[in-house]
């Protein structure tokens, strides 16, 4: 069955970076999108942006554009989200979501998600 | 947000409830929506026109009507308490999705 399975929680100090990786299986990983969406403590969901692994291409909402990286590993099919210069304000759970392009986009399978902590 | 939605929405068991999401990029784009329950990750539950994944229950109904989209719940029952959120494209960067802030649903 598709799944998206990902890395374990991370503690962090502030200005500290943090990679969260996600594993995907029972699809073929190049023609899916991986989107990144986080969720604050007892906040609403909010999406960072996504990465094509076929071609590579990426799109980040503004607010992350300047300390977000989207990655992949095809032979692993693996994506990854690297944060950097973290603060307190990242504490969030992280989640990858496949995309599906097509004449609608939509987002169906979600990661468990994985709880960033930054705490000094 | 670009896409809004109400904080709060309640509904007795066995009645019907719509969850809206208003925005400017509906008039243009599909809303999809998604249910979370306390702990666990979103779940898909309706995407495009009006189409259910297999396994969500054909009481989830979507709709779209100019700069609004609809969630109707058919028959609420006591497991649909939960966290609903719609998703669509941002309507000034076209190639980023959006996600409305949320609606909590309680089953009076």
């Known amino acids: 069955q598709v799944q998206l399975v990902q890395s374990g929680a991370e503690v962090k100090k502030p200005g500290a970076s943090v990679k969260v990786s996600c594993k995907a299986s029972g699809y073929t990983f190049t023609n899916y999108d991986i989107n990144w969406v986080r969720q604050a403590p007892g906040q609403g969901l909010e999406l960072m942006g996504w990465?094509?692994?076929?071609?590579?291409?990426?799109g980040y909402a503004q607010k992350f554009q300047s300390r977000v990286t989207f990655t992949k590993n095809t032979s692993i099919n693996t994506a990854y989200m690297e944060v950097s210069s973290l603060r307190s304000e990242d504490t969030a759970v992280y989640y990858c979501?496949?995309?599906?392009?097509?004449?609608?986009?939509?987002?169906?399978?979600w990661g468990k998600g994985t709880t960033v902590t930054v705490s000094s | 947000s670009e896409l809004t939605q109400d904080p709060a929405v309640s509904v007795a068991l066995g009645q019907t409830v719509r969850i809206t999401c208003q925005g400017d990029?509906?008039?243009?784009?599909?809303a999809s929506w998604f249910q979370q329950r306390p702990g666990q990750a979103p779940l898909l539950i309706i995407f495009g026109e009006n189409n259910r994944p297999s396994g969500i229950p054909d009481r989830f109904s979507g709709s779209r009507s100019g700069n609004t989209a609809s969630l109707t719940i058919t028959g609420a029952q006591a497991e649909d308490e939960a966290d609903y959120y719609c998703?669509?494209?941002?309507?000034?960067?076209?190639?980023?999705?959006?996600f409305g802030g949320g609606t909590r649903l309680t089953v009076l």
């Open positions: 998703n669509s494209r941002d309507s000034s960067a076209r190639h980023l999705g959006v």
């Open positions: 990029s509906l008039r243009s784009f599909y």
């Open positions: 990465i094509n692994p076929n071609t590579d291409n990426t």
């Open positions: 979501v496949r995309g599906v392009p097509g004449y609608y986009y939509y987002m169906d399978v």
